[in-house]
C-alpha cells in the first residue's frame, strides 16, 4: 500500500499558500489525478478544491478523506496547470485562488439553462457558426511582408515575441487570420486575446466566416455550461482557434502553436482582484512553454512592449497606411486659451470651441456623421451649494456624486450608490445649488440646442444597459440613421464606419489630469484611438482635438501622428523617476473599516521591512492614503516596492504577506499587486 498513491495536496480557493493534503479513499484510487476538481473539507465547512499532486507515503494522523471529484468539471492538463502555478508564484496569490479563476466554473446544468436563456447575446453570438469561406481579401504590400516574415517563423517552429506595430485601420486582424491560417494547415491549434468581451463577441464572426466551426468563443459572460463545451472541445481538438478574453488564456489547446494578443497595451488585460495578473504577459508565458509564436498588435503599444523591441526582445513590424490605402485623418489641434469658442454651461473651459461647430455643420450638409467624445458620463460632475460651497459627496467613497438628468438622481460611479436629487444643501439648507462639469448627458443638451434637426445618439455605460441596446445603437450608426454619435470611451475603439469623417475630442486634458504612473501613456493611447474612427474609407476624414494644453508632448505626438516621440519623452520621464520599465514595481494595498488601524497597519509593516528593503537595494515608496481614500466604506492605505530585480522584489513581498500586523489591526486585509496598472 506504502507504493500506490494515496494521498492528494489539494490547493483551495482562500487566500492562503498552503496546500492542504488529503487521504484518498480506496474505492477513489486510480480516479483522482492531478488537475481533477473535487470536493474537500476546510476546518468546519465543505468546499471545494483541485488536486495538484498525488502521492504516497506515510499519512499522517487523523488526515481527512477526500471528497468525490466532479464528475462534470474537466481536468486541468498538465501545461495548465504548470501555468496556473507560476501565476500564483509571480503574482503573489493562493494556487486555489488561480484554479477557481481559471476553472470553466458556473452553476448546475438547470442553472445554466436558465442563465442562457437570460443572455440572448450569447446565443446570438454562438449562432455566427458556419462553413469555412474561401473568400480571402487581398493583402497590401506591407500586410504581405508582415505575413511571410511570420510565416516563415512559424514553419521553424519554437518560441519568439513579435510586435505588429500598425496604424489605426491597417489591417493588423487580416494578418491574425493569415496566420491562424497556416496554424491550421499545420495541424496546430490558435488562442485569439482580445482585452474586452465586447471587441471578442464583434471579432468572432470575422474569424468564423473565414474558419466556421473550428472556432470557440470564450470569456466570462458566456453562460457556464456554454463555457465547458468550448472547453471541453478545445482540449480533445474539436475547436482549433479559440477566441475570447482575458480568462481565456487558460483554456486547453493541444499543440499550441500561435499566441495573439490584439490591443496588448489595454488596462483590461490586467485583472483588478485576487488574483491579480495580466492576461498579456500570462499569454506570452504560455507561448513560451509550448514553443510557440506570439504576436502582439496594436497601434499604440505599451511603453513596457516598446522598450522590449528598442532591447531587441520582441521584433517589431510596422503598418504605416491604412488598409486599402485611405489617407489619415488630418487633425487641428484648437487651443482653448485662444479660441474662446462658444460658452459652456458647465464651467470656465468651452465645450465647443468655434472650429468644431463649422466642422460638425459642414458633416451635417454633407450628410457624412461625427463622432464626439467626452470621457466623463452623466450629466453634471458635481452638485455645490452657491452659499456654503459644499459639495454633494458619496457617504461610502471619498468622490462627489454626479448627477444623472435622465434618472433625476445622484450616482456614485465607484460603488454605485444612488440617491434622490437634492432640494437643499444638507449643511447649510440653502437651494442654491449649482450643478458644474460635463458628462455626457449635459452635452447631449447643449448639442440638441445647438444642431435641432441632427439625430443624436449617446452611447456611454448608462445609455446601453438594457440588453441588446449597445448592439441596436451600432445598427443604428451602420445604417445612417445617426448623425452624431457621442460617447465614453465606448466610441473609441473597436467602431468601423464609413461614414465617419469629422471626430471631436472634448476635454482632451482630462485623460492626463490623473496622478498614476500611466497617465500620460493611457492619454496617448486613448486620444490616438478616437482619432482613428475618422475618415476609414474613401472620404478623408479630421480630428477636431480641443486642449488647454498644446505643448504638452502628449498631444504634439497624438497631432502629429508621432508614437515614437511621446514614447521617446515619457521614456525619459519615466528614467528619471526610476519607473518601469527602468524597475520592476510590486504595489501594497491595505483596506479596513477603521482608518486609523488601517494607517497603523500600513506604517508597521514598512517599519518592519525597512532594513531588508535597504539590503536588497528596494526603495519604499510610501505609506501614504490612497488618492481615493475611501472606497465602498474602505479606508484605504499604500506603498509601493521599487527595484530593478524581480526576484528580490517577490523575497521581500513574500516576507511581507508573513508578517502580522500589531495589536488592533485586526480587520485590515493585506492585497499584493504584481506589476501594477493601476494605483488610484
Known amino acids: 500500500m506504502s507504493g500506490e498513491p494515496h494521498l492528494a495536496d489539494v490547493a483551495v480557493p482562500v487566500a492562503v499558500s498552503t496546500l492542504f493534503t488529503y487521504l484518498i479513499p480506496e474505492e477513489m484510487r486510480g480516479a483522482i489525478v ?15 478544491g483541485y488536486v495538484v499532486r498525488v502521492h504516497a507515503g506515510p499519512a499522517p494522523e487523523r488526515l481527512r478523506p477526500l471528497g468525490g471529484p466532479d464528475p462534470i468539471e474537466p481536468l486541468f492538463a498538465g501545461d495548465i496547470l504548470e501555468l496556473t502555478r507560476w501565476v500564483s508564484e509571480y503574482y503573489l496569490a493562493s494556487w486555489g485562488e488561480v484554479l477557481e479563476a481559471a476553472a470553466p466554473l458556473g452553476p448546475t446544468p438547470r442553472r445554466a439553462r436558465r442563465k442562457r436563456a437570460e443572455k440572448p447575446a450569447d ?25 511571410r516574415s511570420l510565416q516563415e517563423e512559424l514553419d521553424r517552429g519554437g518560441f519568439a515575441v513579435h510586435l505588429v506595430h500598425g496604424v489605426a485601420g491597417s489591417g493588423k486582424t487580416e ?22 468581451i465586447g471587441i471578442a463577441t464583434q471579432i468572432l464572426a470575422r474569424v468564423r466566416r ?26 480533445r481538438g474539436e475547436i482549433k482557434i479559440v477566441v475570447g478574453a482575458r480568462s481565456a ?24 482582484e485576487s488574483p491579480r495578473y495580466n492576461g498579456r504577459d500570462v499569454a506570452i508565458v504560455r507561448a513560451r512553454n509550448a514553443g510557440a509564436l506570439a504576436v502582439l498588435g496594436t497601434a499604440t503599444p505599451s511603453l513596457e512592449a516598446w522598450w522590449n523591441a528598442k532591447k531587441s526582445k520582441f521584433q517589431v513590424h510596422v503598418l504605416t497606411r491604412r488598409f486599402g490605402d485611405t489617407r489619415p485623418p488630418k487633425l487641428h489641434v484648437v487651443d482653448l486659451r485662444r479660441d474662446p469658442g462658444l460658452p459652456s454651461s458647465g464651467g470656465p473651459i468651452p465645450l465647443f470651441s468655434g472650429c468644431l461647430v463649422q466642422k460638425t455643420l459642414e458633416r451635417l450638409r454633407a450628410n457624412e456623421q461625427t463622432i464626439l467624445f467626452l470621457n466623463r458620463r452623466g450629466h453634471s460632475t458635481m452638485v455645490q451649494c452657491n452659499d456654503c460651497g459644499e459639495m454633494i459627496r458619496c457617504s461610502r467613497c471619498d468622490v462627489v456624486l454626479t448627477y444623472h438628468r435622465v434618472t433625476s438622481d445622484l450616482r456614485c460611479h465607484h460603488c454605485g450608490l444612488v440617491r434622490g436629487k437634492p432640494d ?7 437651494g442654491r445649488l449649482f450643478y458644474g462639469g460635463v458628462g455626457t448627458q449635459k452635452l447631449e443638451e447643449r448639442l440638441a440646442e445647438l444642431f435641432p434637426r441632427a439625430r443624436l445618439l449617446r452611447m456611454d455605460a448608462d445609455a446601453t444597459r438594457r440588453r441588446g441596446s449597445h448592439a ?17 470611451q465606448m466610441v473609441a475603439k473597436g467602431l468601423d464606419f464609413p461614414r465617419v469623417t469629422l471626430v471631436g475630442i472634448l476635454q482632451a486634458d482630462r485623460e492626463m489630469a490623473l496622478p498614476e504612473l500611466r497617465a500620460a501613456e493611457r492619454a496617448y493611447q486613448v486620444l490616438t484611438q478616437v482619432a482613428g474612427r475618422a475618415g476609414r474609407r474613401e472620404v478623408a476624414g479630421e480630428v477636431v482635438l480641443q486642449t488647454m494644453l498644446p505643448e504638452h ?39 479596513g473599516r477603521n482608518e486609523e488601524r488601517v494607517r497603523q497597519r500600513a506604517e508597521a509593516l514598512a517599519a518592519d521591512i525597512g532594513s531588508a528593503a535597504r539590503r536588497a537595494g528596494i526603495a519604499i515608496l510610501g505609506p501614504a492614503p490612497m488618492f481615493l481614500t475611501r472606497l465602498e466604506g474602505r479606508y484605504r492605505w499604500h506603498l509601493t516596492l521599487k527595484g530593478s530585480g524581480s526576484e528580490a522584489l517577490h523575497r521581500l513581498a513574500r516576507q511581507a504577506m508573513e508578517i502580522k500586523g500589531p495589536a488592533g489591526t485586526r480587520g485590515v486585509r493585506l492585497h499584493m499587486d504584481v506589476d501594477p496598472i493601476r494605483t488610484l
Open 553 to 591: 508632448y502628449v498631444i504634439r505626438g497624438v497631432a502629429a501622428g508621432d508614437y515614437e516621440g511621446f514614447a521617446r519623452a515619457e521614456l525619459a520621464h519615466r528614467e528619471s523617476l526610476g519607473f518601469p520599465p527602468f524597475a520592476r514595481m510590486i504595489h501594497l494595498l491595505f483596506d
Open 34 to 48: 492531478p488537475g481533477q476538481r473535487v470536493a474537500v473539507a476546510l476546518g468546519r465547512r465543505r468546499t471545494r
Open 175 to 196: 494578418i491574425y487570420m493569415a496566420l491562424a491560417a497556416r496554424v491550421l494547415d499545420q495541424g496546430g491549434s490558435v488562442l485569439l486575446l482580445e482585452p474586452e
Open 210 to 235: 473565414r474558419f466556421g466551426n473550428l472556432v470557440g468563443l470564450y470569456h466570462s459572460q458566456v453562460g457556464a455550461r456554454r463555457r465547458r463545451e468550448t472547453w471541453e472541445k478545445a482540449r
Open 123 to 147: 446565443t446570438q453570438a454562438e449562432s455566427c457558426a458556419a462553413g469555412p469561406s474561401e473568400e480571402h481579401p487581398v493583402l497590401a504590400p506591407e500586410q504581405a511582408a508582415i505575413v
Open 249 to 272: 488564456v487558460f483554456v486547453p489547446l493541444p499543440d499550441l502553436r500561435l499566441v495573439v494578443i490584439d490591443e496588448e497595451q489595454e488596462p483590461a488585460y490586467k485583472q483588478e
Open 472 to 488: 441596436r445603437a451600432l445598427a443604428a450608426v451602420e445604417s445612417g440613421e445617426v448623425d452624431i454619435l457621442l460617447g465614453t
Open 424 to 430: 437643499a444643501c444638507a449643511a447649510c439648507g440653502s
